[in-house]
């Protein structure tokens, strides 16, 4: 059996952790706490899914049109917080970058460059064999990405 996981919607972190670590984030960067940057980091915690700086944005103006929270702030807090290593992105090319909190376990991504469908993947043996290569290069691994680009199912079906 194909030893594939593709279920991720654990939380590793507790968001008050998180909000803590933001907080300690902003203050070494010279930035206030703001309730429109809380609700950017709220927003995207509760959140499965992997969003554009866009699509965040219309879900904070949706359940908080009374923050006014400018785009141009989702954009600088985003810059912030993966500079910091707390969100993680994905290049979808012209079309710019997909975000996700890096609150869940480690996963790669297939992702589909028809309708932008993104699943989340870890296999075993790829993991292994990344341990492998950087200890015989080595090299001490911090962190990996890997995301595999091509068509998913239902577009291969259109
Ligand atoms: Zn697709
Ligand atoms: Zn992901």
């Known amino acids: 059996m194909p030893k594939v996981t593709t279920d991720f919607n654990d939380k590793t972190i507790q968001y008050e952790e998180l909000l803590h670590d933001f907080k300690v984030l902003l203050k070494n960067n010279s930035l206030k706490f703001t309730i429109q940057r809380e609700v950017i980091l709220e927003t995207l915690y509760n959140s499965d899914e992997h969003l554009t700086p866009e699509a965040l944005h219309h879900l904070i103006q949706n359940k908080h049109s009374d923050l006014k929270t400018g785009i141009a702030t989702v954009y600088r807090t985003l810059a912030l917080l993966e500079e910091s290593h707390m969100v993680t992105s994905l290049s979808f090319g012209a079309q710019g970058k997909k975000y996700e909190l890096g609150a869940k376990e480690h996963h790669d991504h297939l992702i589909c460059t028809e309708c932008g469908k993104i699943t989340e993947f870890v296999d075993e043996k790829i993991e292994l064999r990344q341990h492998a290569i ?11 990405s890997m995301q595999i680009y091509g068509i998913c199912k239902t577009c291969q079906n259109k």
């Open 134 to 144: 950087t200890d015989e290069l080595g090299f001490k691994m911090s962190d990996h």
